[in-house]
Nanobody
Framework: QVQLVESGGGLVQPGGSLRLSCAASGSGFSIGVMGWYRQAPGKERDVVAT???????NYADSVKGRFTLSRDNAKNTVYLEMNSLKPEDTAVYYCHAPRVLLSNTLRYLEVWGQGTLVTVSS
């Protein structure tokens, strides 16, 4: 099985910074696109940013210029650097891999992390 394990959430003041990490664990798999979604209370889960295996990124308009997504393919890990945080960034952040190739079966899985809470408040 493949799991996405997130870390780095917490409480931060407006204007502050946090760095989220998401590491894929398991064996016999290959991951293409990875990304982060977030879900605020009472709202739908929305995409924050995505990154291809080659490093091409896309960001939601609401985070452009403030968030930076990067990845380390050797470690199967992505990092979301969040700066100039605002109260409206408060949400549970989920790591996502839409197409994980399993080497033994040559089948694809969609995998979600368990979520990490980011609270931006003074």
């Amino acid at each position: 099985q493949v799991q996405l394990v997130e870390s780095g959430g917490g409480l931060v003041q407006p204007g502050g910074s946090l760095r989220l990490s998401c590491a894929a664990s398991g064996s016999g798999f290959s991951i293409g696109v990875m990304g982060w979604y977030r879900q605020a209370p009472g709202k739908e889960r929305d995409v924050v940013a995505t990154i291809t295996r080659g490093g091409s990124t896309n960001y939601a308009d609401s985070v452009k210029g403030r968030f930076t997504l990067s990845r380390d393919n050797a470690k199967n890990t992505v990092y979301l650097e969040m700066n100039s945080l605002k109260p409206e960034d408060t949400a549970v952040y989920y790591c996502h891999a839409p197409r994980v190739l399993l080497s033994n079966t040559l089948r694809y899985l969609e995998v979600w992390g368990q979520g990490t809470l980011v609270t931006v408040s003074s």
